[in-house]
């Protein structure tokens, strides 16, 4: 019995790790869902209807390119397109906030096509519910 529990600790556990770790990239200032993205946000909405009590912001990034404002104003772009799926896929607004960051809080630091790719993203963090 306490080896089942501990099994069913650590399923729950390795998935709220992926639904924290993984993100929805976008293209070069693009803020539409690409396929790839809409994997991730069905796999994010499965989670919250198996966790109905959690709620979540999503943060929409911006690589470094482009002017602070109009990278606040693409971030938050992505962070609507982002909870607008999830809303379309049976996740209530009322669980969702949404705000950017621009380029200000960037995954990698160089200034590479690479780089610049991982930062452009929308993040999704649990802030309730657990």
């Not at 293209?27 to 790839?36: A, R």
């Not at 989670?47 to 002017?67: A, F, L, V, W």
């Not at 621009?102 to 995954?107: A, C, M």
Request: some cysteine; proline content about 2%.
């Amino acid at each position: 019995k306490l080896i089942k529990e501990q099994q069913l600790k650590d399923a729950a556990f390795a998935a709220r790790s992926l639904f924290i770790h993984q993100y929805v990239y976008f293209d070069f200032d693009k803020y539409d869902i690409t396929g790839s993205g809409m994997i991730v946000l069905k796999s994010k909405a499965e989670y919250m209807k198996s966790n109905p009590g959690i709620t979540i912001e999503i943060q929409g990034h911006c690589d470094e390119r482009g002017s602070t404002d109009y990278n606040l104003a693409l971030g938050d772009r992505r962070a609507f397109a982002a909870a607008k799926q999830l809303e379309s896929l049976g996740i209530s607004r009322s669980r969702m906030e949404t705000i950017s960051y621009g380029e200000e809080r960037p995954l990698e630091q160089d200034h590479t096509e690479d780089a610049w790719a991982m930062n452009r993203r929308a993040q999704i963090v649990i802030t309730g519910g657990e």
